[in-house]
Nanobody
Framework: QVQLVESGGGLVQPGGSLRLSCAAS????????MGWYRQAPGKQRELVAT???????NYADSVKGRFTISRDTAKNTGFLQMDSLKPEDTAVYSC??????????????WGQGTQVTVSS
């Protein structure tokens, strides 16, 4: 059974930084894609950033130049470094991974979400 556990959320002032982590555990064989989404109150969930197995990254326009997605493949862990945070970045951030395990083919897994609040 695969589990994704996120950490690193919290309250930060505008202009500050946070680093989110997403650790995957279980009988993981390959991780093809890691990504972060966010959902603010009253808004639809939106893609923040993804990183493929190849290392190719993709960012939402709203976070380009401020957020950096990375990973530690040996530890099956993904990261989202968030700098120059703005109040509009306030949301629940969820990580997702597309992976296959010893018993299943490629599937999409989600973490439980972590709250990020940017406020003075």
């Amino acid at each position: 059974q695969v589990q994704l556990v996120e950490s690193g959320g919290g309250l930060v002032q505008p202009g500050g930084s946070l680093r989110l982590s997403c650790a995957a555990s279980g009988s993981i064989v390959n991780i093809y894609l890691m990504g972060w989404y966010r959902q603010a109150p009253g808004k639809q969930r939106e893609l923040v950033a993804t990183i493929a197995k190849t290392g190719r990254t993709n960012y939402a326009d709203s976070v380009k130049g401020r957020f950096t997605i990375s990973r530690d493949t040996a530890k099956n862990t993904g990261f989202l470094q968030m700098d120059s945070l703005k109040p509009e970045d306030t949301a629940v951030y969820s990580c997702t991974m597309v992976m296959d395990t010893s018993v299943t083919g490629p599937r999409n897994y989600w973490g439980q979400g972590t709250q990020v609040t940017v406020s003075s």
